[in-house]
């Protein structure tokens, strides 16, 4: 597990949870890792683009970056490698049986995609996990949390039933990304294999809590998984800058691990923070 200095850890730290978990250090991703999902120009362009370049590759700029959410800054496919790294490192402590529950608190980066960065997003390490998962594993069932849809890893296994993609998220009003609507269902044989919950402003623990359980339960049921791929994104908790619900921690910490503890032994976490309450708020 690598622990990152957030909301979720401090909480996990008060708890005494640390006691019970092991902390390693990740690999650096490789390029090899990498190109299992990216292209190799994609990659390229990260690797040589800096701040003081970026008008010299204004043309692959415009093609690899969406919006003004990525910009590139020094040291940016060091960053990628690492946060990369420690998801790629999850899947294989999972695979070896040394975890049952791997964390990267610095993961669940899941807008990126193939050759494109977008809102905040450069490689998408929960498709590079995956993918190391799915040489293993006949089924993994990816579970998103986090406020904006998951549609990077969505796209990514939108043609596949080895995926099942479940994202609850804000939906409507230009809120990005736009998509993960109820009619985004998957194609081909991964037809109703994407399952989307688009929500409204003000979602609270209760409305959420029976919401999440009942799509997981039925999920659950028909899908049987053979791991669990979880993106917990801290910005669907209240106060969050960016985000518009009114969820607690108690949500995150312990309504939803209940839940899954439930069903399943092997849980494959991945905690991406970027939530800042003041320190009352803690
Ligand atoms: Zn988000």
């Given amino acids: 597990m690598l622990l990152l200095w957030s909301i979720h850890s401090r909480a996990l730290l008060c708890a005494g949870l640390q006691k019970k978990m092991k902390i390693y250090r990740p690999h650096r991703a490789t390029d090899e890792e990498l190109l299992e999902f990216h292209s190799a120009e994609y990659l390229n362009f990260l ?7 970026v ?4 043309q692959e700029y415009r093609r690899f970056i969406a919006g003004d959410d990525c910009p590139i800054f020094e040291g940016v496919y ?3 490698q690492s946060y990369a790294g420690g998801s790629i490192e999850g899947a294989f402590k999972l ?3 040394e975890a049952d529950i791997a964390i990267n608190w610095s993961g669940g980066l899941h807008h990126a995609r193939k050759e494109e960065a977008s809102g905040f997003c450069y490689v998408n390490d929960i498709v590079l996990a995956t993918l190391e998962l799915l040489k293993y594993y006949p089924r993994v069932l990816y579970i998103d949390i986090d406020i904006h849809h998951g549609d990077g890893v969505q796209d990514a296994f939108y043609s596949t039933d080895r ?3 479940v994202s609850f998220h804000k939906y409507g009003g230009g809120f990005f ?3 993960g609507d109820l009619d985004e269902l998957g194609m081909g044989r991964g037809k109703y294999y994407s399952v989307n919950v688009p929500l409204m402003d003000g979602v609270d623990d209760r409305t959420y809590v029976d919401l999440f359980k009942h799509v997981i339960g039925e999920v659950m049921a028909f899908y049987r998984p053979s791991c669990i791929v979880f993106q917990s994104g801290a910005d669907s908790l209240q106060c969050d800058r960016l985000g518009c619900f009114n969820l607690t921690l108690k949500v995150h910490l312990t309504h939803v691990a209940s839940v899954f503890s439930a069903y399943r032994e092997i849980l494959l976490c991945w905690i991406r923070c970027r939530v800042m ?5 803690m």
Avoid: F, H, W
């Fill in 163 to 165: 995926v099942m993609c």
């Fill in 177 to 179: 990304p736009g998509t």
């Fill in 95 to 97: 695979i070896n049986n």
């Fill in 47 to 53: 690797k040589r683009c800096t701040p003081e370049t």
């Fill in 78 to 80: 060091q960053y990628c």
């Fill in 55 to 58: 008008n010299i590759y204004s």
């Fill in 277 to 281: 309450l003041p320190a009352s708020d």
